[in-house]
């Protein structure tokens, strides 16, 4: 198996411009998880989704950020506008999902914006 | 809600030294217990986890790591550290009754692992 796949690996785009983030979960699992991982903020859930629903979006930093998964093998993860402060490396992790088994994690997306 | 704690920010430790990296969690019985490692420019990989049963685990690359119910700590330890464990770690919980089931973990803040030679 590939594992989690993330694309892009690097964004940089200007402060307004929408950005838009992609993960491919592994095959068969039914959970996904968007992150955001700061300095000064450490790894923080964005939002989860089980069956290709949101069941907790409650950190999602603003309605700028908006997530997706209109299917099981795909979910995108937006920001629009952008703003300085996005900047992050965002990871998508995914995971069969019963409490014991691990999370999956992709390589990441590092986002700058200028 | 269930927290963890990592109190060490950063740590160094000469190749061959012993290592432990500390984790204390907060929650109300014993949660599901993860330590994750992130190398620069990865994503995190599991090292080992804790469900319940043998109160020491043993993980990849030669961790382990002891769970104390009496201190609320999960530490991970490595009898002799080697240049490549240079990474960042986490300590994470899990919720073994998480309403809507699932797999929500609740990450630490990280440890920063600096080896020198």
């Known amino acids: 198996d590939a594992g989690v796949i993330q694309s892009p690996r690097h964004e940089v785009t200007e402060m307004g411009q929408e950005v838009t983030l992609r993960c491919k979960p592994i095959?068969?699992?039914?959970?996904l998880f968007w992150y955001r991982q700061t300095m000064m903020r450490g790894l923080e859930l964005l939002i989860y989704?089980?069956?290709?629903?949101?069941?907790?979006d409650s950190g999602m930093p603003e309605d700028r950020f908006s997530a997706k998964m209109p299917n099981a093998s795909f979910s995108t993860l937006k920001i629009q506008p952008s703003e300085p402060r996005d900047s992050a490396v965002y990871f998508c992790?995914?995971?069969?999902?019963?409490?014991?088994?691990?999370?999956?994690f992709g390589p990441g997306t590092r986002l700058t914006v200028l | 809600a269930q927290s963890v704690t990592q109190p060490d920010i950063h740590i160094t430790v000469s190749e061959g030294a012993s290592l432990e990296l500390r984790c204390n969690y907060s929650y109300g019985a014993t949660p599901y217990l993860f330590w994750y490692v992130q190398s620069p420019g990865q994503g995190l990989q599991l090292l080992l986890k804790y469900f319940s049963g043998d109160t020491l685990v043993q993980g990849i690359k030669g961790f382990e790591a002891e769970f104390k119910r009496s201190q609320s700590s999960f530490n991970l330890r490595k009898p002799s550290v080697h240049w490549s464990d240079a990474a960042e770690y986490f300590c994470?919980?899990?919720?073994?009754?998480?309403?809507?089931?699932?797999?929500?973990?609740?990450f630490g803040t990280g440890t920063q692992l600096k080896v020198e030679l």
């Open positions: 989704f089980n069956n290709n629903v949101p069941i907790d």
């Open positions: 994470a919980v899990g919720d073994p009754i998480l309403t809507g089931g699932g797999n929500k973990l609740t």
């Open positions: 992790a995914s995971s069969p999902g019963t409490p014991k088994n691990e999370q999956f």
């Open positions: 095959s068969g699992h039914d959970y």
